[in-house]
Every structure is written in structure tokens, then in C-alpha cells.
T-cell receptor, first 113, second 108 residues
């Protein structure tokens, strides 16, 4: 069955370090998204991609970057981790076109000390 | 941008009871999706329902886009229904905006 996999599931790191969260989908979806989930804020969009070599900023993109070199993967990088980036991160994918149903990974819980 | 409200913010039910969760949005939207986040944090698709009514077992949903709301019905609730329910809405050419969620606790 097609799926979307995030790794690692849990990570603890220190402020100032570079961190990369992986997202891999086997749905063959064009669209991929990264969200963060914080208490009191629900899910907020960080970055998204509508296809290979396409990346776009979302609502809360500062301090994050993504790259899309193939259809299956959209890694999320925190260039210099800050304590404010402690959160649960979700990756999602959907078929081409806007507002298609999104399928989510199981999330990565990131703690920055 | 679009504002999304969900009500009630919290709901406690006895097992077997029925409930209605509401999602209001500030602008006409073309798409709407309901999710359940279980106690383990997983986000599960429930319905993709830009308009009309859909049913899946004990759950059903109705969206009236012209009146800017959607309803999620849970009948004969079970403890496994506990968690947070999110609606997400979208306009053509724009990404989904998520509501703050309704936290449901079903007691045995």
C-alpha cells in the first residue's frame, strides 16, 4: 500500500545545530507539504511543493528550508535550530492541483534544548 | 486570509451518545476536509467534502459552502473516537487552512 513516512519519529538536539527531517511518500503525489503543530495554534503551513524543483513558503517559513529533487522526498531543514522551533512536524502529500485531499505522515516530535 | 472556527472546543461524552461538531469559515471555499487526530498523534482522513453529505459507518458530514459551515456527526460514540477533530478549508489556488480543532473525550 502507498504510504508517507517521516523520520526520525523523535529527535532531541541543541540550539544552533542544523537539523533535517525526512519525508518520503510512495503515493506518487505531485504535492507535498510541511506543517508544524503547536498547542493553541493548530497546524500551520511551513513550506510546500507542487512538483520537482518547485518550493514555496508557507505561513511560518522563517528558519526553515526545503528542497525537492525527486517526486518522493521533501526534506525539511532547520539551518540553525532555535528553542521556538520545538514542535511536532507533519508531512503531507496530495495529488496535483490545489485543495486535493491530503494524506499525512505520523509526525516527528522535535525538541530543541 | 480565511478564518476557520470550530465548536465546541471541548466535548465530553458518555459512550453510546451522539454528537455534532461544527466548522465555520469566513469566506466561500471550494474544498473542505475533516481529520481525526488520535491520542497517538496520527492524523486520519475522515472526509473530503467540498459540498453535500457523505457517510462512513457511524460518521457522516455535511458541508453547506454557500452558508460557510460544515458539520461532522458522530453516532453511537466509542472510546476509540476520542481525540481532536480538525476541519481544513481551501480556495482554488490557495492551500488549506486548518481550524483550531475540537477535543473529544468519550468516557466508558
Amino acid at each position: 500500500d502507498a504510504e508517507i513516512t517521516q523520520s526520525p519519529r523523535h529527535k532531541i538536539t541543541e540550539t544552533g545545530r542544523q537539523v533535517t527531517l525526512a519525508c518520503h511518500q510512495t503515493w506518487n503525489h505531485n504535492n507535498m507539504f510541511w506543517y508544524r503543530q503547536d498547542l493553541g495554534h493548530g497546524l500551520r503551513l511551513i513550506h510546500y511543493s507542487y512538483g520537482v524543483q518547485d518550493t514555496n513558503k508557507g505561513e511560518v517559513s522563517d528558519g526553515y528550508s526545503v528542497s525537492r529533487s525527486n517526486t518522493e522526498d521533501l526534506p525539511l531543514t532547520l539551518e540553525s535550530a532555535a528553542s521556538s522551533q520545538t514542535s511536532v512536524y507533519f508531512c503531507a502529500s496530495s495529488e496535483a492541483g490545489t485543495n486535493q485531499p491530503q494524506h499525512f505522515g505520523d509526525g516527528t516530535r522535535l525538541s530543541i534544548l | 486570509g480565511i478564518q476557520v472556527e470550530q465548536s465546541p472546543p471541548d466535548l465530553i461524552l458518555q459512550e453510546g451518545a451522539n454528537s455534532t461538531l461544527r466548522c465555520n469559515f469566513s469566506d466561500s471555499v471550494n474544498n473542505l476536509q475533516w481529520f481525526h487526530q488520535n491520542p497517538w498523534g496520527q492524523l486520519i482522513n475522515l472526509f473530503y467534502i467540498p459540498s453535500g453529505t457523505k457517510q462512513n459507518g457511524r460518521l457522516s458530514a455535511t458541508t453547506v459552502a454557500t452558508e460557510r459551515y460544515s458539520l461532522l456527526y458522530i453516532s453511537s460514540s466509542q472510546t476509540t473516537d476520542s481525540g481532536v477533530y480538525f476541519c481544513a478549508v481551501g480556495l482554488y489556488g490557495q492551500n488549506f487552512v486548518f481550524g483550531p480543532g475540537t477535543r473529544l473525550s468519550v468516557l466508558p
